[in-house]
């Protein structure tokens, strides 16, 4: 039985979907959580959802002064980052300052937490990328991009800072808030279109990616690695 009594974890993106659904799976197995975000009203609906014991932190991954401003808190047991701020599109559709705003936010948000967050020789550093690293789609260039990058960012940094493990979760497509700028009809053909392609037969939910992320915390012999929890997606 996976066991995280008393462990340390930040979850950085923790307010929300893979984070938060994370966040209450260590927060109900005994670890000390602290969950971090930009958004502090989303904090705080997030922390009601934990017990007295979590913490929260108000965070932005894209701005480094914050970020580096925690190199000299104590280590962390483990870090999972799951923060993104990745809209959706084509090339062409894409506006150019939000296409730099998702790569900054996503990929280089996660290099300069894992470069700064003190992370325990025995702990492991997650990052929460996205099958899309392997299975791009017609309008997906820019993240897939990202999520191969992140991926390839966690395998070479589990030689670089080794013996601290780290590794990454990539999930399918997802059940979460991120599509509910989508009217509620089309973000359920939507979701009825790619369960009936799945393998699995439906589409995932945060809680899906959140197991893969408490089992590479637990397996100290895994490291550099992708979990891919799509489904079967990458295969449909």
Same mark, same amino acid.
């Given at each position: ?44 609906? &997030?922390?009601? =959802?934990? *017990?007295?014991?979590?913490?929260? #932190? $108000? ?5 480094? +002064?914050?970020?580096? /401003? ?68 017609? &309008?997906?260039? =820019?993240? *897939?991009?990202?999520?191969?990058? #992140? $991926? ?5 940094? +589990?030689?670089?800072? /080794? ?74």
């Amino acid at each position: 039985m996976l066991d995280f009594m008393n462990l340390s974890v930040l979850v950085i993106g923790g307010s929300s979907g893979v984070g938060l659904a994370t966040a209450q799976i260590l927060d109900r197995m005994g670890a000390n959580v602290t969950i971090a975000s930009r958004n502090l009203e989303k904090l705080h609906e &997030a922390k009601r =959802l934990l *017990s007295d014991t979590a913490q929260h #932190l $108000e965070l932005d991954i894209t701005d480094t +002064a914050q970020i580096q /401003a925690l190199q000299d808190s104590p280590c962390w047991d483990h870090v999972v980052i799951s923060a993104a701020d990745t809209p959706m599109g084509g090339i062409m559709a894409l506006n150019d300052d939000d296409a730099r705003h998702a790569m900054d936010s996503k990929f280089w948000g996660a290099y300069t937490a894992a470069k700064y967050i003190p992370v325990s020789a025995k702990g492991s550093i997650i990052f929460v990328a996205g099958y899309l690293s392997v299975r791009p789609g017609k &309008a997906s260039a =820019l993240q *897939s991009a990202i999520n191969a990058a #992140l $991926e390839a960012l966690g395998r070479a940094l +589990a030689l670089e800072l /080794a013996p601290v493990r780290v590794n990454s979760v990539s999930p399918g497509l997802m059940d979460t808030k991120l599509w509910d700028s989508l009217p509620s009809k089309k973000r359920l053909e939507m979701f009825d279109m790619a369960a009936n392609k799945l393998p699995i037969g439906r589409v995932g939910l945060p809680n899906d990616a959140a197991k893969a992320v408490c089992f590479l915390i637990d397996n100290d012999y895994t490291t550099g690695s992708t979990v891919y929890v799509d489904g079967g997606g990458r295969i449909a």
